[in-house]
């Protein structure tokens, strides 16, 4: 069985600072790209940031750089989302998701995407 358990979300006062996390069992996580993907209250999907296969190379969106990192354990089978600078904006439930093909179009429309994560909820609030 292919599980994502992601952790790592909570409440945290603007300008603070979350690490989430994503540990994958049941799958070789290795051939997959990995993306962060949220969701905020009323609103779509947003993509947010992808890793490839080998941590090589990492992409961002635009309300995200220069503030949030993605990083990627192949030996532990987890990804990981380093948020500083946090913003209210950025209150939305985070998910991981598995792809081995798309871009940030197709994963956000789930058209790419092989499995998702449960979700972690991120609230930045004063």
């Known amino acids: 069985e292919v599980r994502f358990v992601e952790s790592g979300g909570g409440m945290v006062q603007p300008g603070g600072s979350l690490r989430l996390s994503c540990a994958a069992s049941g799958l070789t996580f290795s051939i997959y790209d990995m993306n962060w993907v949220r969701q905020a209250p009323g609103k779509g999907p947003e993509w947010v940031s992808s890793?490839?296969?080998?941590?090589?190379?990492?992409y961002y969106a635009d309300s995200v750089k220069g503030r949030f990192t993605i990083s990627r354990d192949n030996a532990k089978n987890t990804i990981y989302l380093q948020m500083n600078s946090l913003k209210p904006e950025d209150t939305a439930v985070y998910y991981c998701?598995?792809?081995?093909?798309?871009?940030?179009?197709?994963?956000?429309?789930?058209?790419?995407?092989?499995?998702w994560g449960q979700g972690t909820q991120v609230t930045v609030s004063s």
């Open positions: 998701a598995a792809d081995r093909w798309g871009s940030a179009v197709t994963v956000v429309s789930g058209a790419s995407v092989d499995y």
């Open positions: 890793i490839v296969t080998g941590g090589s190379s990492t």
